[in-house]
């Protein structure tokens, strides 16, 4: 059991520090050819710090472990809401630009009631997961004539500069990819064998977990981007994240192995995630900042969710 958990934090650590190269990469990388910031944060960033979830869950799914891998993708929505939005938000509050509130938040709030319907079946299959993938490829065809169309002003980097930076962060992107697929497998090895020795089903660790240790990436770089308020970043990062997770994760996965979904993830996780992801746009809707105290109320539910889902799981 000892060497179990030793292997799970290595997992843990592997997968946070490959996730950080991958997000500083590629954040460098996009601003570096002009792309607007909040447009970094919900294609570029949010694409790189979704990865330790389209790991950590094709590494399940392949392994027949399906709580794992959608319990995971669950969790981290929730967690990118409650835990990280709120805690970037109590450090500083958070402007949100007129577009998040009318398209984005809408967009991932509509993405996240489809994936519910889909699972009321019990599961997701192939045709479930192309719909997801191919909502994501909308989604980003839309950031990307967003990024055309309202280009960043200013005066672009050097050739030579440019290029040279290329060169560094294309091969960090690559040495983080091959960080993040040896840290989730790790991860969920050592997960099983956890929950079962432990008594805990796999859909509450993958929910609890997993999912806060597969959110990590998202948690550096919106604490970061907040603390040097680069607020287009931080919430970008969290609304691109939680699309990226549906669409891109969950897209891709049923698509290789047909995931078969607890019941219990559609009567309480999955309500809850819809309840957060609903409940921002109340917070946002009139003066388009989420405040120190909407943080806090963000904190104080995710902080609730956890604890339910660990009464019920001994209950």
């Known amino acids: ?13 592997i997968l946070y520090g490959a996730a950080e190269a991958l997000v500083r990469c590629s954040a460098r990388l996009a601003i570096s050819l002009g792309i ?25 799914a392949v392994r027949g472990s399906s709580d794992i891998a959608a319990g995971n993708i669950v969790g981290s929505n929730i967690a990118n809401i409650g835990l990280i939005l709120g805690l970037a938000a109590c450090i500083q509050p958070l402007q949100v630009v007129r577009s998040t509130v009318w398209r984005e938040i809408p967009f991932m709030v509509a993405v996240s009631l489809l994936l519910a319907l889909f699972v009321l ?4 299959g192939f045709s479930d997961g192309l719909v997801l993938f191919l909502l994501l490829l909308g989604f980003v065809y839309y950031c990307v004539r967003s990024a055309n169309a309202e280009p960043v002003s200013g005066k672009p980097p050097a050739t030579s500069v440019r290029q040279k930076v290329s060169g560094l962060d294309i091969f960090g992107i690559v040495l983080g990819i091959c960080g993040l697929a040896l840290g989730a497998e790790m991860m969920v090895r050592s997960a099983v064998v956890i929950a079962k020795t432990l008594g805990v089903s796999e859909l509450v660790i993958g929910v609890t977990i997993i999912a806060v240790g597969t959110s990590l990436p998202e948690l550096a770089a919106s604490l970061v981007s907040a603390a040097r308020g680069e607020m287009d970043i931080s919430v970008g990062n969290v609304i691109g994240s ?4 549906l669409g891109f ?26 309840l957060f992801s609903v409940g921002v746009l109340p917070l946002v809707w009139r003066r388009h900042c989420l405040q120190r105290w909407h943080g806090a109320l963000l904190l104080l539910g995710y902080l609730g969710f956890m604890g339910l889902v660990f009464i019920r799981s001994t209950g």
């Open 1 to 13: 059991m000892l060497w179990t958990i030793v292997l799970f934090i290595a997992g843990l650590l």
């Open 36 to 60: 607007r910031p909040l447009v970094v944060g919900m294609t570029i960033v949010a694409f790189a710090t979704s990865m330790p979830e389209m790991m950590v869950s094709l590494a399940a």
């Open 121 to 124: 079946d019990g599961g997701l």
């Open 242 to 245: 939680n699309i990226f997770n």
């Open 249 to 274: 994760v969950l897209g891709i996965c049923p698509m290789i192995r047909p995931l078969v979904v607890d019941p219990a993830l559609l009567r309480f996780e999955i309500p809850v995630m819809l």
